[in-house]
């Protein structure tokens, strides 16, 4: 079946502009998770969904970062206000969940570069 | 917080040498303990997990060792093939599902 995908896979803008990523998980996995990877370094946690739940918010590194899902599928990550600091490829990552030792498998990637 | 240290950052072994990344973790709470691996370009994939019951697993050349007491846990690949050369993560995750990824470790296997 389809895995995780990702839109847009590159995002040029400007410092100062929003720009809105997109997940689309794996039918069925009920949690989702985004991260950040800076070039070179390791993966930076910054929100997970699971289910109905309230999502676990205590990744996100300022208040110009959030991100919803509706339906319990997709799921978008908007950052406001765009910062150079803020260039990176993020990851959004899906899982069947219900125990706590399930495995997370990656969407390619959405590649930000702000100017 | 919740923290994952990870070393070396680099490694560089000779074709048929084993490897062996160390991490540690600070959340006691921690029970879940995936490895994976990044090749250059594509995505993380899962290559090996462990859970906080049991001490060591193994699949075929990979090996992971998990010391709950001293909060390290390790993974060992022997007779290491060029296709093994890409970027490791541990991470640890806790009762939830919020995951911390240690710095990740560039692996190099020279033929």
């Known amino acids: 079946g389809a895995g995780v995908s990702q839109s847009p896979s590159n995002k040029v803008t400007e410092k100062g502009k929003d720009v809105e990523l997109r997940c689309d998980p794996i039918?069925?996995?009920?949690?989702l998770y985004w991260y950040r990877q800076s070039l070179g370094q390791g993966l930076e946690f910054l929100i997970y969904?699971?289910?109905?739940?309230?999502?676990?918010k205590s990744g996100l590194p300022s208040d110009r970062f959030s991100a919803e899902r509706t339906g319990g599928s997709v799921s978008t990550l908007t950052i406001q206000r765009t910062q150079q600091e803020d260039s990176a490829v993020y990851l959004c990552a899906s899982s069947l969940a219900g125990t706590s030792g399930d495995e997370q498998f990656f969407g390619p990637g959405t590649r930000l570069t702000v100017l | 917080g919740e923290n994952v240290e990870q070393h070396p950052s680099t490694l560089s072994v000779q074709e048929g040498d084993s490897a062996v990344i160390k991490c540690t973790y600070s959340?006691?709470?921690?029970?879940?303990f995936p490895w994976y691996k990044q090749e250059l370009g594509k995505r993380p994939q899962l290559i090996i997990d462990i859970r906080s019951n049991v001490g060591e697993k193994k699949d075929q050349r990979i090996a992971v060792t998990l010391n709950k007491t001293a909060k390290h846990f390790s993974l060992h690949i022997t007779e290491t093939q060029p296709e093994d050369s890409a970027v490791y993560f541990c991470?640890?995750?806790?009762?939830?599902?919020?995951?911390?990824f240690g710095a990740g470790t560039r692996l190099f296997v020279k033929a």
């Open positions: 039918s069925g996995h009920t949690a």
């Open positions: 991470a640890a995750r806790a009762g939830g599902f919020k995951t911390i």
């Open positions: 959340d006691s709470a921690s029970n879940y």
């Open positions: 969904f699971q289910g109905n739940s309230a999502p676990d």
